[in-house]
């Protein structure tokens, strides 16, 4: 049992029962409405209801399903092996039931089926139970009355659901729905009879409307029949993302054709595709220029229609205008434009799509529907950058001729007369007035006549002959003119019963089946529906002849038979009118089948190591034939699996021979007879006997001969006997003398004889042996033993002739036959790691350049054309002392690494080096040549101060070491140069001072020298514990002291230091800061007393260390510019009586500190106040408001200018935050 489930609604099964995949079209099943989405429990439950009644074809004949898979859907089947195949859309998957079973058809819950005969196919449509039920708005079909009714509505391509998240291509493997038959049925039957229509068009939809979209809708899909073949023929991959609709606009898909505006798009299930993903993610900064562009680009008017025609328009327009808001945009403009056409046939604000693109201001459009309602834009590109579409320009196409009807088909038919039916074509805007329906009247010269014209969808042709073949073709005609003709169709009258037809011939036959196939009898017509009866008789059953088909088919496969039997046949032809006479009687036999496995065999007699003999029983069941002959196969080894067949003939016993000792045997039979051939049979396991191993190999040699021992290898021998090889001997002899003697015995194929005379001659013999014993001797192999090297040299003799030089002789050693032909001597410091330093014939040699008061070692060695002898043993000496080793590593000592006090930079130099060598005696004392006349002696150190040197001065130096012996060589030379003098102290000086700062200056530096100027300088200054504490160290000539103590004496000094250090420092220089000035005070507040008198208040500030303070209030009348002094004081308030009238006055204050000082009085003045502005004029109202207005008036006047420019940033940074949140929130988002 296939399960077949619907990927579309995921809701509807079809269990069907031995349903195969056919190229032929019967029965459509269509979806006339998305089903709810369900779970399979629904589909299980019993609220679901079953469609049982029969779907047959119009003629009766096999039961035919074609499920039908729309694009983006996909239609999943589990064939018989268990595997899935996952079919895309579009396509159609026709099924049949072999023994003439119908399907069982569930459907959604609120949704019942119908049955609908279009074109002589009946189609199967689940629709919902309630026909006013329009989910989403679908336009509602209107049918004529003449066919069965189809209540609701086809779904159109528009609203289908978007493909799964994964779709698996579809499987190509064995199976009964070859991949090769999906395309094959034209895409355009996926959609039904309906598009979708404009909700601006015309409302009044009849079934010549229905066809004439049914046509167009098959028209637009062949474009998509070369990529479905491509998909349906491609071979499995693995689970994938289903690609998302491209080139969206407006949430639809941009169709791609510019040669005709049939619009058509897939909406995506979650209202966002893979476009709306690529906007997105291509959102990005543009710069100005940018902008510009964009906005010139989109300032473009609509295009003008003209030449407005059933199927054809002219749409101009004009490039875009720089003229953008009543100004001229400054962006320079392109010379050259491209231009996108988008139509529309759904509303203005339905989907567009790009009809054309190009560069030029004119097109005319192909392929219109007529009488159909258009909208159309234009979009101008530059350089990549498009603009927004200008507005839809809307036009209607003109009304013309019908479309070219499909040809009539035939209803029913007599002897004497023929029922034609037909569907009404689109009548494009028009109401079809008549159709005209010609006929040939059976003459077949291609002459046509009228027979009928009229509204009828059907004609009558009556008084005709039996048997009579006619032509017909058909046209409408509306009030703008006559279509074309359809097709011409040819159709036969019926006759009388059939002929008698040839009798069937065998095309295959097999063991429990015969395939037999027959022809039509002569002088039928063509399109006449006759049917055929196959009788057959079995040769023993005594039944006589039993129908066994009865069908359209011309062949047939009769299953069921028993092997090896005899099978009569006839076959019968009848259509309405009657039966023909039977056909001959033929006879067939099945075949025979093949026998079944032969019995084990087995070994008869004893098994020998070479050779045994087995014997087998024939099969229980010979299949129903004659066994013709035995094959007899073996294997060698006891798991072997490469049979070898080694008998083949009608007895059932066979002698083994020619095989191996000792090893394993598998042997089986199979039979063959006219059936075929049986399976194999079990298989026998035989193991020979094993013997002695056979003789070997003579041994070999490894490698070359040495004096005293030879390497022999070999290998095991041809035969083992049929037992494993555990162990070898191996025997030798000298040539002169035959007196063998072991001198191997074991499980290695190779051994070392040694304690052999150099240069003689040895006779080897090697034997095996396995679990039955030894086996004979292999031949006698001579080998000759090598010369040897020479023996070990004696002892060398070495003379030291001074500390530098020594002199080595030898001896000649025994040579083994062979003479010496050179000497090798190695000499080194280390016993361990000596190093040749001869090699020759000689037997003496003399080194040079040794060390002095150093332990040598050294050994000699002799060798031969044959190798070398082993070194003699090793001989220790010592060269006498010498004179000390130069001194290395002279280098000078860091000032920072001398901890000398008395060392001084500018007089003296300190320099390192490395003790040397002694050369076996040790060093006394150092002599340090520094240019003097006389060198100077150091002890027994390594590093040394020379002093008393003259400042800034450059000196070469060298040192020797000297011991008992005498003096060493002199060092390398190096210069070495003392400092300068430290410098003398600056004079140090205040060049500005304030209540709590000084600066002070000292020298005649610039600030360009800084960088380049070697003294540094270090300022000092004494803390109240009389101590001096360093405040700066630097290059500068300048330093600002801060944070000081108003009328209050420091003390100052000054040093200067340079490479050479640091110089005395100077004198004490005493500096004092001066008193300060009192802080700037409030601006001061104002209040009227009446229109002459004014009252103007300040802070008042506390005395300044024992210092009174009093305050200077200056006002300035109108537009003066200078102010006047109206009060000095010690108070915080004053009454200025002297105002005038609407005049303005601007009032401030400072505060004045007068000092004690005992040299005598002065007074320190600070900073004026903010000036107040004020204005008199006179109060009319109450005095009860009058010191309201005074305060207002002081309020208002108390906000300087600084306050109000505050005010007014305060305010633009607000709006400014504001304005930018609106542009974000509802601009941007």
Known sequence: ????????????????????????????????????????????????????????????????????????????????????????????????????????????????????????????????????????????????????PLPGFIPVPTMMPPPPRHMYSPVTGAGDMATQYMPQYQSSQVYGDVDAHSTHGRSNFRDERSSKTYERLQKKLKDRQGTQKDKMSSPPSSPQKCPSPINEHNGLIKAQNASGVNIGSTKNKSGKGKGGAQIDTEIEEKDEETKAFEALLSNIVKPVASDIQSRTVVLTWSPPSSFINGETDETTMPELYSYDILVSSTGKDGKYKSVYAGEETSVTLNDLKP??????????????????????????????????????????????????????????????????LEWDEGKGNGEFCQCYMGLQKQFKITKLSP????????????????????????????????????????????VTWLSLQWSKPSGTPSDEGISYILEMEEETSGYGFKP????????????????????????????????????????????????????????????????????????????????????????????????????????????????????????????????GQSAVSESLLVQTPAVPPGPCLPPRLQGRPKAKEIQLRWGPPLVDGGSPIFCYGVEMSPVEKDEPREVYQGSEVECTVSNLLPGKTYSFRLHAANKMGFGPFSEKCDITTAPGPPDQCKPPQVTCRSATCAQVNWEIPLSNGTDVTEYRLE???????????????????????????????????????????????VVACVTPPSVPAVVTCLQ?????????????????????????????????????????????????????????????????????????????PFSHMIKLKTKPLPPDPPRLECVAFSHQNLKLKWGEGTPKSLSTDSIQYHLQMEDKNGRFVSLYRGPCHTYKVQRLNES??????????????????????????????????????????????????????????????????????????????????????????????????????????????????????????????????????????????????????????????????????????????????????
Not at 493 to 506: D, E, I, R
Not at 569 to 574: D, L, Q, R, S, T
Not at 894 to 919: Q, V
């Open 548 to 675: 066994k088909y009865d069908g359209e088919d011309l062949a047939y496969t009769v299953k069921n038979l028993r092997r090896s039997t005899k099978y009569k046949f006839k076959v019968i032809a009848y259509n309405s009118e009657g039966k023909s006479n039977p056909s001959e009687v033929v006879e067939f036999t099945t075949c025979p089948d093949k026998p079944g496995v032969p019995v084990k065999p087995s070994v008869k007699g004893k098994i020998h190591s070479h050779s045994f003999k087995i014997t087998w029983d024939p099969p229980k069941d010979n299949g129903g034939a004659a066994i013709n002959k035995y094959v007899v196969e073996m294997a060698e080894g006891s798991n072997g699996n490469k049979w070898d067949m080694i008998y083949s003939g009608a007895t059932r016993e066979h002698l083994c021979d020619r095989l191996n000792p000792g090893c394993f045997y598998r042997l089986r039979v199979y039979c063959i007879s006219d059936g």
């Open 1048 to 1229: 209050t004496s420091y003390k100052f000094c000054i040093q200067a230091c340079n490479e050479a250090g640091e110089g005395p420092l100077s004198q004490e220089y005493i500096f004092t800061t001066p008193k300060s000035v009192p802080a700037a005070l409030k601006a001061p507040k104002i209040e009227k007393v009446n229109d002459h008198i004014c009252e103007l208040t300040w802070e008042c500030l506390q005395p300044m260390k024992g210092d009174p303070v009093i305050y200077s209030l200056q006002v300035m009348l109108g537009k003066d510019s200078e102010f006047k002094q109206i009060y000095k004081g010690p108070d915080s308030s004053f009454r200025y009586s002297s105002l005038q009238l609407n005049c303005e006055y601007r009032f401030r204050v400072c505060a004045i500190r007068q000092c004690q000082d005992p040299v005598g009085h002065q007074d320190l003045v600070g900073p004026y106040s903010t000036t107040v502005l004020f204005t008199s004029q006179r109060t009319d109202p109450p005095a009860s408001t009058d010191r309201d207005t005074v305060e207002s008036t002081r309020t208002r006047r108390a906000l300087s200018d600084e306050q109000c420019a505050a005010v007014i940033l305060v305010l633009f940074a607000f709006f400014s935050i504001l304005i930018a949140f609106i542009i974000q929130y509802f601009v941007i988002k």
């Open 467 to 510: 048997a009579m073949g006619c032509k017909f073709r058909l046209s409408a005609k509306n009030e703008y003119g006559t279509s074309g003709f359809s097709e011409e169709v040819f159709y036969y009258t019926s006759g009388c019963a059939p002929s008698m037809p040839a009798s069937p011939v065998l095309t295959k036959a097999g």
């Open 827 to 873: 000499w080194g410091g280390v016993e361990g790691s000596m190093q040749m330093c001869y090699c020759g014939p000689g037997l003496s040699y003399e080194l040079k350049g040794l060390s002095p008061a150093t332990t040598y070692y050294c050994r000699v060695q002799a060798l031969s054309v044959v190798g070398a002898g082993p070194f003699s043993e």
């Open 371 to 436: 009488a159909t309602d258009y909208h159309a834009k234009v979009q101008a590109e530059y350089n990549s950058i498009k603009g927004t579409p200008s507005e839809a320009e809307s036009f209607t196409t003109l009304s013309c001729e019908p479309d070219v009807p499909n040809p009539p088909r035939i209803a029913n038919r007599t002897k004497n007369s023929l029922t034609l039916q037909w569907k009404a074509p689109s009548d494009n805007g028009s109401k079809i007035q008549s159709f005209i």
């Open 1 to 148: 049992m296939e399960e077949l489930f619907c990927k579309w609604c995921g809701t509807i099964g079809y269990p069907v029962e031995n349903w195969k995949v056919i190229q032929c079209i019967n029965v459509l099943l269509i979806m006339a409405e998305h089903p709810p989405l369900l779970d399979t429990a629904q589909i299980l439950s019993s609220d679901i209801s079953l469609l049982s009644a029969p779907i047959v074809s119009a003629d009766g004949t096999q039961q035919v399903i074609l499920v039908q898979v729309n694009p983006g859907e996909a239609f999943t089947i589990r064939r018989e092996d268990g595997q899935f195949q996952c079919i895309t859309g579009p396509a159609q998957v026709p099924m049949m039931s072999p023994n003439g079973s119908v399907p069982p058809i569930y459907v959604p819950p609120g949704y019942a089926p119908q049955v609908i005969e279009d074109n002589g196919v009946r189609r199967v449509v689940v629709v919902p139970q309630a026909p006013e039920f329009h989910p989403g708005g679908h336009t509602v079909i209107h049918r004529s009355p003449h066919p069965p």
């Open 892 to 968: 000078e000592i860091s000032d920072d690494d001398i901890e000398n006090p008395h060392y001084s930079p500018s007089t003296c130099l300190a320099i390192s080096w490395e003790k040397p060598c002694d050369h076996g005696s040790e060093i006394l004392a150092y002599s340090i040549d520094f240019g003097d006349k006389q060198p100077l002696a150091v002890g027994k150190v390594t590093s040394y101060i020379i002093d008393n040197l003259q400042p800034d001065t450059t000196y070469r130096i060298r040192i020797q070491a000297l011991n008992s012996l005498g003096a060493g």
